[in-house]
């Protein structure tokens, strides 16, 4: 007969678990620190050498790393969802830029319908803060934070939808964004007249979103990154005029 023993799960299973559930919701991210043993075994309700055992366990199965010294943290589980050659690949060529812009125009604007529909009060609420940062940001022309922030605005979108696997592939992709890889984000904010109407674009995103209007939440995300790309496209093309131009000078002083 197909049945056996009924047996009450280990603690340690249950807060192997637990852990995995942090971890795939994307609320435990990589590199985050996990709390002293003492208290999160004070947290978790279980013995040390329950917890213990479930470290262990979570650290053979790659999800969890130890730095001597330093504690336990969130690995980067993410860190080889592209092989390097790859990445210097997408780095070399400006193709990569506007598919990637395309691969996020698709999948952000799916979860900004999403987001619109499932997400709920607390997630809306993530996002109007992280907005309203955006605004005090946008003040100090500080460059650097309104890039940060930008990131940060269209996480919480993802967050916001719900789907796991969304969610750890586009943390992948801003990973590299993040790292330089497919086009410097800040300088879409270096001109005044880019900077206001990028601000008003994610205004545009965060009000549809709190109307929860799924429709005009999609059509935000597109136009913004409608524009930029064109926005890059106009870049790339000054780059190009600029350095004809300097060419042009410089043949033009050796003539003389």
Known sequence: MPFHPVSSEKLSQAVVRQVEK?????????????????????????SRPSLRDAIAQLQESGLLTAKP????????????????????????????VFDYLSFRRDLEGLAAERAARLG?????????TVFNKMEAAHQKRNAEDEAQLDAQFHMAIIEASHNVVMLHMMRSMYDLLRGGVFYNRQ???????????????HRAMNDALQRRDP??????????????????????????????????????????
């Open 22 to 46: 942090l971890i795939l919701r994307g609320i435990l991210r990589p590199g985050e620190r996990l709390p002293s043993e003492r208290e999160l075994a004070e947290r978790l309700a279980v």
């Open 69 to 96: 010294g330093a504690g336990v943290y969130v690995a980067d589980v993410l860190g080889g969802a592209f092989a390097p050659s790859l990445i210097d690949l997408f780095a070399r060529h400006d193709e990569a």
């Open 120 to 128: 709920s009060d607390i997630d809306l609420e993530v996002i109007q």
């Open 187 to 201: 300088i879409m904010f270096k001109q005044r007249t880019t900077r206001s109407a990028l601000l008003d674009q």
């Open 215 to 256: 429709a005009a939440a999609r059509e935000a995300v597109e136009a913004h990154l409608n524009y930029v790309e064109n926005a890059l496209r106009d870049q790339q093309k000054t780059e190009r005029n600029e350095e004809v131009a300097r060419q042009r000078l410089e043949h033009a002083t050796q003539s003389d």
